[in-house]
């Protein structure tokens, strides 16, 4: 979303306690550089803007009243994944995701009302549970018309737009039955809450399954509680972080009596904003085993994909290379690149499609040269966005989420 420019902004921006606080923020950055070889907008396109201390630069501009709110400078905050990969090597420990969303969320209060209501509406459509179904119906309805072959004989899908929808149609499922499992009361585990997300349970609909089926044969008291939502991290990354926050609160009340455990590293990062959340890979790494339990072994290669989430946020990915090699025989390597974001980031597959379908296809060429039998992932976003790509490339590289695997090799041990 590109605001035209708005006037009276500077003396707004000026008088803004939210904008002083950014700036407060911004100012920590010293202007080293040490961010600009990990940033994937600036290695692609070599523009100072399009770095994160050029961004930042352009922030203190905004909100000190020195810069117009305008459209080239609503490109280049917008071109940002907030992928986050300049915090882990920034020596001034920068925030600057916080900043990034702060300025988001300043840019969009400015907007015109009718601009918000859009806005806030499309989000909230996607990340509503009820609009999972009709999505992945019309998904199907493309898929078996013939319309998803038509469009590729054609050579619609060349343009990355196109690309983006198709890919995601391909991969929409129906989400499964409400999971409604709770633990066996002899589990020798304390309890855990199953969050399944929104979007993702149509993207990836057997992740919560497999979670369960694991959680299951490893004796873990397993509850998935009634009344959570989406966990606000589209919002957020949106500039809507009162949106955010008020889903954020309604999980809390949701999983007030357990210890919450999700299956996307995105949903988790958000969630720790305000709930003691664990990503599942790791909650099972740390959970004892019971003595009798057997995995079957796989000789298998698995590439491993650190989506950005996993690796700059929660900064925990050594969890799912541990979770892969208790399955024996399998081979687990690191996927080439994974410092790098692979384009999908929230809803920015869908924003700046060009982007994000470049930066996947190094991604693409690294799983060539591997030629894994998996690719595995703990975000569904990356994990529908790969798939696509993949797909595309005449790759038959079958993506998982790492509980996946595990649990076809713990039932195929029985």
Known sequence: MTPAPLRGSRSAAADSAHARQLLQLADQCV???????HCPTF???????????????????????????????????????????CEPACPSLVQFGT??????????ARLPRHRRMLARMRLDILTHGLSLRPLAAAAA????????????????????????????????????????????????TASAGLFLGCIARGLEPGVAQAAQRVMQRLEIALDVPDGQVCCGAMHRHNGQPGRADALLNRNAEAFRHHAVVGTSSACVAELRLRLPAVEVCRFLVDTPWPAHVRVAPLAARAAVHEPCSHRNVLRDTEAVYA????????????????????????????????????LAADKV??????????????????????????????????????????????????
């Open 43 to 85: 290695r692609l396109f070599r523009d100072e803007a399009e770095s994160p201390r050029g961004r930042i630069a352009l922030i203190q501009g905004l909100m000190s009243g020195a810069l117009d709110d305008g459209p080239r400078l609503g490109e280049h905050l917008g071109n940002c994944l907030e992928c986050r990969a």
């Open 99 to 108: 900043l990034m969303d702060g300025a988001r969320a300043e840019r969009f």
């Open 323 to 358: 979770l892969l090699r208790r399955i024996p025989a399998l081979d687990v390597v690191a996927l080439d690149g994974n410092e790098t974001c692979c384009g999908a980031a929230g809803t920015y597959l869908l924003e700046h499609p060009d982007t994000a379908v470049t």
């Open 365 to 414: 060429a690294h799983l060539a040269r591997l030629e894994p039998n998996y690719l595995v992932t703990t975000n569904s976003g990356c994990a529908a966005h790969l798939a696509a790509r993949l797909r595309e490339a005449g790759l038959a590289v079958e993506v998982l989420h790492p509980v996946e695997l595990l649990e076809r090799q713990l039932y195929s041990a029985e």
């Open 31 to 37: 202007k080293c550089g040490f961010c600009l070889p």
């Open 141 to 188: 309805l493309y898929r078996r018309s013939g319309v998803a072959w038509l469009a590729r004989a054609l050579g619609l899908l060349r343009e990355p737009r196109r690309a983006i929808l198709d890919g995601l149609a391909w991969r929409l499922r129906m989400p499964g039955r409400r999971l409604t499992a709770r633990a066996d009361a002899g589990a020798h």
